[in-house]
């Protein structure tokens, strides 16, 4: 359980504890090195100019992918390395860098077709590796959040507290 004023994750049971936070590092980890080594060898698709449109709400609709996909491969090695520390990430954090990718992509798509008629999610088709940045891992990242959101409800709302005693010395 969380502690309310530090935010540290009070050890109930330190041995569950620790594997929870094996799992979650280790899931964290995991996605920001499939986004880095995704980004690195598709860098035409992640390394876009945003100065070049002169639509002001694609430009900043640009700045939010750059952020999106940079938040999906940096941000969730910070949040392994607090993990670390004793501070569990929060379902909003989880959220946020899940969702600002998936958004900004779909604001692009949706300028794209207002201005042209046509979607451009053909890429998904022709390059599914992006399935994997665009889709599979923000859900991931999403599932996740709501998971741990439901999970600090539960923690919240349950009124019984399991208390660790030290064994009885046999005589």
Not at 8 to 26: F, G
Not at 84 to 102: C, D, K, N, S, V
């Amino acid at each position: 359980m969380r502690d309310k004023l530090s935010g540290r994750i009070k050890m109930t049971n330190p041995w569950l504890d620790q594997i929870s936070t094996k799992h979650t590092v280790t899931k964290l980890l995991v996605i920001g090195w499939v986004v880095a080594v995704i980004a690195a060898t598709h860098q035409w698709a992640f390394v876009i100019n945003p100065k070049q449109y002169t639509d002001a709400s694609m430009k900043y609709a640009m700045y939010a992918y750059w952020i999106g996909w940079l938040l999906l491969a940096f941000g969730t090695h910070v949040l392994a390395v607090r993990a670390l520390w004793g501070y569990e990430p929060t379902w909003i954090q989880l959220a946020i860098i899940g969702a600002i990718r998936p958004l900004s992509i779909l604001f692009i798509h949706y300028k794209l077709n207002s201005q042209t008629g046509n979607w451009y999610f053909g890429y998904l088709t022709s390059q599914p590796i992006f399935a994997i940045t665009d889709v599979i891992i923000p859900g991931a990242l999403l599932y996740f959040a709501w998971r741990e959101r439901d999970n600090e409800n539960l923690l919240s709302n349950s009124k019984v507290e399991i208390e660790e005693h030290e064994p009885v010395a046999s005589i």
